[in-house]
T-cell receptor
Framework: GQQLNQSPQSMFIQEGEDVSMNCTSS?????WLWYKQEPGEGPVLLIA?????ELTSNGRLTAQFGITRKDSFLNISASIPSDVGIYFC????????????FGQGTELSVKP | EAGVTQSPTHLIKTRGQQATLRCSPI?????VYWYQQALGLGLQFLLW???????NRGNFPPRFSGRQFPNYSSELNVNALELEDSALYLC?????????????FGDGTRLSIL
């Protein structure tokens, strides 16, 4: 199925470091979403972006909706051990009938 | 506020059997979505129900079907189970069909086909 290109696939960082991950697509989207999934759980919504160029923060997390509407990034500042998990980007088009298209995920490991 | 709830947590079936998965949306949400998360394939859109009607389906065979009840809860049915149907099935709900109504996920049903 159709997927976004999400990178990096995995990251191993030291506690306190900043993290950056991004998603790109050949298609434009009206909405970009970022989710975090931990083992045995479903994805949890972190940030939702609705306008090109929009920059939104949620605590130590910051995400931006690319100006071309074909990309988005997520930054995590001052990482802590509980940031461990898989982060997914998802794009949505208004005329796609509720369908979210997901990136492959970025697996984040944080060393205390 | 209770989140999206799914049952059962785990389901073990054999090839050829039928499976029924259940989902209760967040209170006040009318749209329910189903996704398959298979190893190596990521999250794939299956079905969208809103106000009791199927509004959209992903690229899955007809043996994947479902319905939405008047209380907005939903069932996903998978007939003639195949080994490759083994996956985590996630349900999400949103407050409406607009793109400004983000989808919130449950913890999924792990379906294992022996």
């Amino acid at each position: 199925g159709q997927q976004l290109n999400q990178s990096p696939q995995s990251m191993f960082i030291q506690e306190g470091e900043d993290v950056s991950m991004n998603c790109t697509s050949s298609s434009i989207f009206n909405t970009w979403l970022w989710y975090k999934q931990e083992p045995g759980e479903g994805p949890v919504l972190l940030i939702a972006l609705y306008k090109a160029g929009e920059l939104t923060s949620n605590g130590r997390l910051t995400a931006q909706f690319g100006i071309t509407r074909k990309d988005s990034f997520l930054n995590i500042s001052a990482s802590i051990p509980s940031d461990v998990g898989i982060y997914f980007c998802a794009g949505q088009l208004n005329n796609q009938g509720g369908k979210l298209i997901f990136g492959q995920g970025t697996e984040l490991s944080v060393k205390p | 506020e209770a989140g999206v709830t799914q049952s059962p947590t785990h389901l073990i079936k054999t090839r050829g059997q039928q499976a029924t998965l259940r989902c209760s949306p967040i209170s006040g949400h009318t749209s329910v979505y189903w996704y398959q998360q298979a190893l190596g394939l990521g999250l794939q859109f299956l079905l969208w129900y809103d106000e009791g009607e199927e509004r959209n389906r992903g690229n899955f065979p007809p043996r994947f079907s479902g319905r939405q009840f008047p209380n907005y809860s939903s069932e996903l049915n998978v007939n003639a189970l195949e080994l490759e149907d083994s996956a985590l099935y996630l349900c999400a709900s949103s407050g409406g069909q607009g793109a400004d109504q983000p989808q919130h996920f449950g913890d999924g049903t792990r379906l294992s086909i022996l």
